[in-house]
């Protein structure tokens, strides 16, 4: 682990001198990914540098017992000497922890996609309650949740509903989210009080910016159409609406969000760049294996994560066997709980995959 982290100080000190390059600073693409490192870095190398220093001392503390025939001394030495042990213990799990790799899209705002699947009406419903559930959360987390689509259920719901979130870290929280939701209780239209399961599915995607994912506006036709929406007076009335077709994949994006028929393709344009990164990535994940692939967060939206037992009050994550029984709690927005223990047990499998456990 040493070696690891002194190779990473050398890179620190490295990307320190490259930001400060002329060329760097002229190419703002390459100087936003030298500071982004810079910063990541800088946090490991405070660490390990504080660790280095606890090694030494305790080198000193216990050089000094053997030569200190004092007996208060040698009580002040190995007081110190069990003081810089315990610290040395936490700095190692901080390492572990720091050197644990990240996914370089956990910083990113995401596309927030809910679809009513296999239950009719009763699944449309579902959906509404996965993203009032959601909504809930994003307030508490201080986020900014905006809808770009949506198609009502016809008895309550949506069929559809797309959004996006920005803040902090939104990505590396919410894409544990991804998959198949399943909800067991009584539906309203239920005369004879039985038990349905229905299902939703859930998409979260890293929002992806033109340079990550370039899009050959030839492949793309654009059509526009009046909102159907809220949206005052514009709606029926104006053009804004854009509908988005890109030929090799056969993906289409809606977006009638905003009066601005320039906005709604801006906002378009993002949607359909995080799918064409999904189908990429799963690509990717179908070449490296699935044995590689994690468990926890492989996002993969066919997978069925969790579910969610009213009679019981019990919500059951799959992933993790992990199970509460306060599904109102739940339902109003706090899933903190279940994106911590996954957050935890994805961080298990990488220190496991790369020889870092104990």
Known sequence: MLDKLQALKDRFEEVGQLIVLP???ADMSKYAKLTKEYKDLEKIVAVYDEYKLVLQNITSSKELLDKEKDPD???????EIEELKDRKEVLEADLKQLLIPKDPNDSKDCILEIRGGTGGDEAAIFAGDLFR????????????????DLTFGSAGGYKEIIATVSGADVYG????????????RVPATESQGRVHTSAASVAVLPE???VEVHLDMNDIRKDTFCSSGPGGQSVNTTYSAVRLTHGPTGLVV?????????????????????????????????????????????GDRSDKIR???????????????KTVYNLP???DGHIEDFISALRFAENLEKMQATGMEE
Do not use: P
């Not at 001394?73 to 007081?79: E, G, L, Q, S």
């Open 73 to 79: 001394f040698r009580d002040m030495a190995k007081a």
């Open 254 to 298: 809606t977006c009638q969000d905003e009066k601005s028929q320039i906005k709604n393709f801006e906002k378009a344009l993002k949607v359909l760049r995080s799918r064409i990164y999904e189908i990429e990535l799963a690509k990717h994940n179908e070449a490296v294996g699935a044995q590689r692939r994690s468990m926890v967060g492989s």
């Open 133 to 148: 559930m959601y909504e809930r959360f994003c307030e508490m987390q201080g986020w900014k949740l905006t809808v770009l």
């Open 23 to 25: 060329e760097s600073m």
């Open 307 to 321: 579910t969610y037992n009213y009679s019981q009050s019990r919500v059951t994550d799959h992933r993790i066997n």
């Open 329 to 331: 709690d739940v339902m």
């Open 173 to 184: 929280m919410l894409k544990y989210e991804s998959g198949v939701h399943r909800v067991q």
């Open 208 to 210: 992806m910016d033109e």
